[in-house]
């Protein structure tokens, strides 16, 4: 790790800075008086504001919500289920560790290994193409699960020609039409945004733009150190106190309006958009990665005759509400299972399986209580 890279990490994690912040926080708080909520569509963000107690440090009328920002936990169950068929015929499904261990309908793709599936974790898609080079006579698929921030990778591996034994079963998701519709929405009464910097990294600013101009809710795109997420606060409470709603980057030395414009070609040439669903929630629309009509043969919907469910709502297991945790309706604590018979050793729900859920960061802070709420 290099002196600077640790000078800057020093920087954005200053106990002084963070009382400076959280002064100024409180004073614009205390101007504003009206409760004020807010979200950020991020796992890591909300490892983040759990691990170093930001909620703690916020004024009475300003409360922090986690959205629908955890890849594994708004992957479809009929997805996973998908998955967990190709593998018990046969297929050998390649995919990520926490994915692995979400369960479908049915089950997950770890179950299915314990079945005599052939189920291989992997780091990233690089390894997936790999092993198919590596064993010609098997039957790959990539379980390709993320967002915009992974889906850039997939699509380069795809444009250069990947195994013929080697097909992709698609379930990116893209963040600004989830956050979008959100902010465009009323149900949940919430009042600014912070968006996911390393998405924002990818897409840029620009395609929050249209939302943003329908709803007229401020948005800070935002790094993952506990300054920049308290000057995110501070930045959208000075937006509401000034009457002055616009979209904000604080996360500058790695966002910018246009975004990773190659990164973006990429993607352009091997995914169109479509509508799309997030489990245990809503179909977004425009949220959707599919692969284009030219990459049909390496479909695994296609290659396998797998029925489109991109479109179909499921259920997670009995007695959960992993939903309402997943769009920030309610705390884990508030959901009868968690940390009873869904736990992170023995977990039920997918936002329980990710390190990126909130299920799982809140139980392993070991917190069992609702986090301070403002009136609504």
């Known amino acids: 790790m290099n002196t600077e890279y640790l000078s800057l990490l020093k920087y954005y994690r200053d106990p002084r800075l963070a009382k400076a912040l959280k002064a100024k926080i409180d004073e614009l708080a205390k101007k504003i008086e009206e409760n004020i909520m807010i979200m950020h569509v991020c796992g890591s963000h909300e490892w983040t504001i759990t691990h170093y107690g930001i909620r703690t440090l916020l004024p ?187 979209i904000e980057n604080e996360y500058t030395r790695s966002v910018s309006w246009e975004g990773n414009i190659k990164a973006q070609k990429v993607m352009d040439k091997v995914f169109d958009l479509e509508d799309g669903y997030v489990r245990g929630v809503a179909i977004f629309p425009k949220a959707g990665f599919r692969l284009k009509d030219d990459f049909r043969k390496i479909d695994a919907r296609e290659q396998y005759g797998l029925k489109d469910r991109s479109k179909t709502k499921d259920e997670y297991i009995a007695g959960a509400r992993c939903g309402e945790v997943v769009m920030g309706l309610i705390d884990p604590p508030e959901c009868p299972l968690y940390m009873k018979t869904c736990k992170p050793e023995d977990p039920k729900g997918a936002p329980m399986v990710s390190q990126e859920g909130t299920c799982w960061i809140w139980a392993m802070h070991r917190i069992v209580n609702v986090s301070p709420r403002c009136k609504r």
């Open 60 to 246: 009475e009328n300003v409360e922090v919500r986690a959205g629908p920002g955890c890849p594994v936990c708004i992957t479809p169950a009929t997805d996973i289920d998908d998955a967990v068929k190709l593998a018990l015929d046969g297929v050998t499904i390649t995919t990520y560790g926490d994915m692995s261990r979400a369960r479908g309908n049915r089950m997950s793709l770890e179950e299915a290994k314990a079945l005599g599936g052939d189920v291989r974790v992997i780091y990233g898609v690089q390894d997936a193409v790999k092993m198919a080079k590596r064993e010609p006579n098997k039957q790959f698929v990539f379980f390709a699960v993320g967002m915009d921030t992974t889906a850039p990778a997939t699509a380069f591996e795809i444009l250069k020609e990947t195994p013929e034994n080697l097909s992709f079963l698609v379930s990116y998701r893209y963040t600004p039409a989830i956050q979008g519709s959100v902010m465009e929405s009323n149900v949940l009464g919430i009042d600014a945004f912070i968006s996911a910097g390393h998405s924002v990294t990818i897409t840029g600013l620009k395609p929050y733009y249209e939302y943003f101009l329908r709803s007229k809710k401020p948005m800070v795109a935002t790094g993952f150190e506990p300054i920049d997420v308290l000057m995110a606060i501070y930045m959208l409470l000075k937006q509401i106190d000034e009457g002055k709603p616009k």
